[in-house]
């Protein structure tokens, strides 16, 4: 069963609200809208918007939150009138953001790792705005899969968390021969049981989703 980054409830006011942070950005600010990601994915906002924090989700608008990105990534952004352009290419960017995030139970940063870059998607609005959003969604996970082709998820966050095959088969109960045949692609850690998955996600401090993506 597919699991979700937060409760439903708070979708809306999460993808209103990081759509309306790039459109004031970029648009009201002329803030660059790769550079200003950056800034967003330093922050700490990303990470909180992930996990549905009421003060960033629904507390803040998006002008306010992109100041607030800004002033804590060491630039102060100009308190402008606030015109968002809800069918800008970057409101649309943004919005599709925060639902991807969602959907896929995935923080801004690990999509970002794994190689949904924001330039992908925003490039693809031409294409896609008008379309149902699982083809956005489609999309994320084939820039996804094109990233693990170059990086094995299980090896990064292995090597993230400074341990070798055999101590995280030793931690997680795995066997060494299932380590080493995971992170050489030649089996899929998607055929392992829910509860070999979990061993690994706790041991290596990240998300399950993260490793089977």
């Not at 009138?81 to 995935?106: H, R």
């Amino acid at each position: 069963m597919m699991t979700h980054a937060y409760n439903i409830d708070y979708l809306d006011d999460a993808m209103s609200g990081m759509g309306a942070m790039l459109d004031y950005a970029v648009n009201t600010c002329r803030e660059d809208i790769e550079l200003f990601w950056a800034r967003f994915l330093a922050s700490g906002i990303s990470r909180s918007m992930y996990n549905a924090n009421p003060k960033y989700v629904a507390g803040m608008s998006g002008a306010e939150l992109a100041r607030l990105i800004a002033k804590q990534t060491g630039k102060e952004l100009p308190e402008l009138e606030a015109l968002i352009d809800m069918g800008s290419p970057e409101y649309w960017t943004g919005w599709s953001m925060a639902y991807i995030s969602w959907y896929l139970d995935m923080d801004h940063v690990a999509l970002n790792v794994n190689g949904l870059s924001i330039m992908a998607l925003y490039r693809r609005y031409s294409t896609l705005h008008e379309a149902d959003l699982s083809k956005t969604v489609q999309f994320a996970l084939n820039c996804i899969h094109a990233g693990q082709q170059r990086h094995n998820p299980l090896k990064r966050a292995r090597l993230n968390a400074g341990l070798t095959q055999r101590q995280l088969a030793e931690l997680s109960g795995s066997t060494l021969r299932s380590i080493r045949g995971y992170e050489q692609n030649q089996r899929s850690l998607r055929s392992a049981t829910a509860d070999s998955i979990q061993n690994l996600s706790k041991v290596l401090g990240c998300n399950a989703q993260l490793l089977l993506v």
